[in-house]
């Protein structure tokens, strides 16, 4: 399991980004999206293997999330954070910033964060940033105390029961049995 940490800045900053814009433990990523006055696309791409992208007007300095409207909800919704999460990295100079500064974009192929030992300290980020924003570390271990199950929590958070059970895994770093 990666030993990825997210910085206290952005941990910070994503706390107060979130705060009321859960409705029950649902992140409602359209009022991020609009907090951060970034534009919310699905499309469908070429290549069906895309996620999402995330791209930056370079003339206004602004943002677009573009997501695979093929995909099911609830990767969707991973898709979005996971944009947001580069975003985040970008605004504080950390790992996504050197990419989106040269090519004024992002394209992800099949987000996963399964096989995080690959990956680019920038996409662990955005994963991370993601995990955060969705399952909110606090709130999953009220839940775990309160033993509910996997697929109770996924349906809380609305993600799905993997990004649920790998989320379980880095918080109690392999110490649950799922
Ligand atoms: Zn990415």
New binding site residues.
């Given amino acids: 399991m990666s030993t990825f940490k997210l910085k206290d800045d952005i941990k910070a900053y994503i706390q107060e980004l979130t705060c009321n814009s859960y409705v029950n433990d649902e992140l409602q990523l359209d009022r991020i999206c609009e907090k951060l006055k970034i534009d919310y696309f699905e499309c469908d791409f070429d290549d069906s293997k895309i996620s999402g992208m995330?791209i930056k007007d370079k003339n206004f300095d602004k943002f677009g999330i573009y997501v695979n409207r093929k995909h099911p909800n609830v990767r969707k919704r991973f898709t979005i954070a996971?944009?947001l999460?580069?975003y985040i990295s970008y605004k504080y100079e950390s790992h996504?910033y050197s990419q989106l500064s040269q090519n004024n974009e992002?394209e992800?192929y099949a987000?996963s964060f399964r096989h995080e030992g690959i990956r680019s300290q920038?996409?662990k980020e955005?994963?991370q940033i993601a995990a955060e924003m969705l399952m909110p570390e606090l709130r999953v271990k009220e839940m775990a105390e309160r033993k509910l199950t996997i697929e109770e929590m996924a349906d809380l958070f609305f993600v799905s029961e993997s990004a649920m059970t790998i989320r379980l895994q880095s918080i109690f770093q392999g110490l649950m049995v799922v």
């Fill in positions: 995330l996971h944009e999460g580069h996504s992002i992800d987000i920038a996409e955005a994963n």
